[in-house]
């Protein structure tokens, strides 16, 4: 039962144009849904967080959209730069109680910049 | 100064050996967790601790077995290794239990192979 879903597998844009990752879940308990980066051979790495209860979040080149009628986030990088070629994990949270801080993930989607 | 470190970064083994992963962070943070992601890259959370005590178990056999001796530790221990335990393992930690603003920061991942 895979409650976040990300059906890209990859993605790749141009340096400098912008870049939309796009994630899905089926579970309308989930508080709060989180971007996580990363590169081969290290962890995860937390990039931009949303609340359930907003729509936008924005931090620099990085903004996510979430939308909850149709339980669905993306993530916006503009400019995007070769530098943001990594793997990109969605992960949502909340639905579970007390057990808040338990992350559930998406499989993830290839970014790759192109200069 | 690396926050969440992780050791050994490599592990291959034979199977049916036991076999322990230790994780250290320090953050100062009060929760940590143990993370799994298999060959097709979905990360699942295993374990999560809170101030030593086991908040999380997530239906993982018995041949797993955390042991957190401080707050800064959580190791994991794994007896009778089986092929279908080879995978990445992420150690991570968050300053409390809660996720949206406080983000989970991963170590490097220990990539175990059984053979």
């Known amino acids: 039962d895979q409650q976040v879903k990300q059906n890209s597998p990859s993605l790749s844009v141009q340096e400098g144009r912008i870049s939309i990752l796009n994630c899905d879940y089926t579970?309308?308990?989930?508080?709060?849904f989180l971007w996580y980066k990363k590169y081969p051979a290290e962890g995860p790495t937390f990039l931009i967080s949303?609340?359930?209860?907003?729509d936008k979040n924005e931090d620099g080149r990085f903004t996510v959209f979430l939308n909850k009628s149709a339980k669905h986030l993306s993530l916006h990088i503009v400019p995007s730069q070769p530098g943001d070629s990594a793997v990109y994990f969605c992960a949502a949270s909340g639905g579970y109680g007390g057990a808040t801080n338990k992350l559930i993930f998406g499989t993830g989607t290839l970014l790759a910049v192109q200069p | 100064d690396t926050a969440v470190s992780q050791t050994p970064k490599y592990l291959v083994t034979q199977m049916g050996n036991d076999k322990s992963i230790k994780c250290e962070q320090n953050?100062?943070?009060?929760?940590m967790y143990w993370y799994k992601q298999d060959s097709k890259k979905f990360l699942k959370i295993m374990f999560s601790?809170?101030?030593?005590?086991?908040?999380i178990n997530e239906t993982v056999p018995n041949r797993f077995s955390p042991k957190s001796p401080d707050k800064a530790h959580l190791n994991l221990h794994i007896n009778s290794l089986e092929l279908g335990d080879s995978a990445v393992y992420f150690c991570?930690?968050?300053?409390?239990?809660?996720?949206?603003?406080?983000?989970?920061?991963f170590g490097d991942g220990t990539r175990l192979s059984i053979l």
């Open positions: 953050l100062g943070h009060d929760t």
């Open positions: 601790y809170n101030n030593k005590e086991l908040i």
């Open positions: 949303i609340s359930s209860i907003k």
């Open positions: 579970n309308s308990m989930f508080d709060y």
């Open positions: 991570a930690s968050s300053p409390r239990m809660g996720v949206g603003n406080q983000p989970q920061h």
